[in-house]
């Protein structure tokens, strides 16, 4: 699986932001995509991610009620729509993608082996 990831950019806080994923290659039942952001100077921290088939959606608890993340089947591309933007917010952010993620490990990174380049996220204040 290949995975593009675009959308980043920079915008002022309370803006928002849509992020793509286009993913190649097989998928299968248990596929999740996620998104994994790192900060300056920080580790990598989850986002959110999704089961393609179920539509199971998990987030971490400091975008929950402001980032959605969504997937397009037919274009085998999710998203990642981001609102109220916080200065916080400002990272590189990834997409990573598996079909044999357990679910113990959809919120961990080391759950993922496909990843895609990063998209700069920079919110102002």
């Known amino acids: 699986v290949q995975l593009q990831a675009s959308g980043g950019g920079l915008v002022q806080a309370g803006d928002s932001l849509r992020l793509s994923c286009a993913a190649s290659?097989?998928?299968?039942?248990?596929?999740?995509m996620g998104w994994f952001r790192q900060a300056p100077g920080k580790e990598r921290e989850f986002v959110a991610t999704?089961?393609?088939?179920?539509?199971?959606?998990y987030y971490a608890d400091s975008v929950k009620g402001r980032f959605t993340i969504s997937r397009d089947n037919r274009k085998n591309t999710g998203y990642l729509q981001m609102n109220r933007l916080k200065p916080e917010d400002t990272a590189v952010y990834y997409c990573?993608?598996?079909?044999?993620?357990?679910?113990?490990?959809?919120?961990?990174?080391?759950?993922?082996?496909?990843w895609g380049q990063g998209t700069l996220v920079t919110v102002s204040s």
């Open positions: 999704m089961n393609w088939s179920s539509g199971s959606t």
């Open positions: 990573a993608a598996d079909s044999t993620v357990i679910l113990s490990q959809v919120r961990e990174g080391d759950g993922y082996h496909y």
């Open positions: 290659g097989r998928t299968g039942s248990r596929f999740f």
